[in-house]
């Protein structure tokens, strides 16, 4: 995780929100935020702050950010093959289940707009089905997010971000240990379930029938 760069915000009632590199805890992400500036003042950066910066074409084509409570961070690691081909596995996965269950939606990488400072772009959520095309969907009924070098951020800042949305389920792939850790059970910005899945186990979703996932058949 890296610096995005530094924006000047035009800000109604007028003013000017300055944005600086900061640090979130004692995970290693760089994070563009307002504070320390000129005698400024810190605040998140809200949803409708970022989606305008997005329209007026502030970022590069290439940088792929996330909006994670009111703090903008990016990826500028390159995907392994490893993690992009978990997800290719997993897509594929996914959408036979879902296209079988008929009453949602697979996204991949794709924004979901949890809240108003929060717009993380998760690798794969399964949604109510819907166009989209005026607005990003508000919730998920599953999130997984693949993760190597992402671990620490994946399993805590992330963690938090979903079960405060009310996300009913959060896999997150752990591809160093080479293991599925799911929690459930969301209850004031933490899952009270969690549970571990390895080489030979089978995952199931409960928001999903029919879902039923071999371990072995997307990480090795």
Known sequence: MRLVRCV??????????VLVLGRLGPYPVDM??????LGASERPLRRVEYERLVQLGMFGRDERLELVAGHLVTNMTPQTSKHAGTVQRLTKLLMTAV????????????PLALSDVSEPEPDLAVVPP??????????????????????EFDRGPKAELYADAGVPEYW?????????????????????????????????????????????????
């Open 172 to 220: 997150l792939v752990n591809l160093r240990d080479r293991q599925i850790e799911c929690s459930s059970q969301p209850v004031d910005g933490r899952y009270e379930t969690q549970r571990t899945f390895r080489s030979g186990d089978s995952v199931a979703a409960t928001t999903i029938p029919g879902l039923l996932i071999g371990v072995d058949d997307f990480v090795t």
């Open 32 to 37: 563009v935020a307002s504070s320390h500036v």
């Open 8 to 17: 000047p915000v035009q800000t109604t009632p007028p003013g000017e929100l």
């Open 99 to 110: 296209l079988t269950a008929g009453d949602a939606e697979v996204r991949v990488q794709l």
């Open 130 to 151: 819907g166009d989209y095309l005026d607005a990003h969907p508000d919730r998920a009924l599953l999130v997984i997010e693949v993760a190597d070098t992402s671990l």
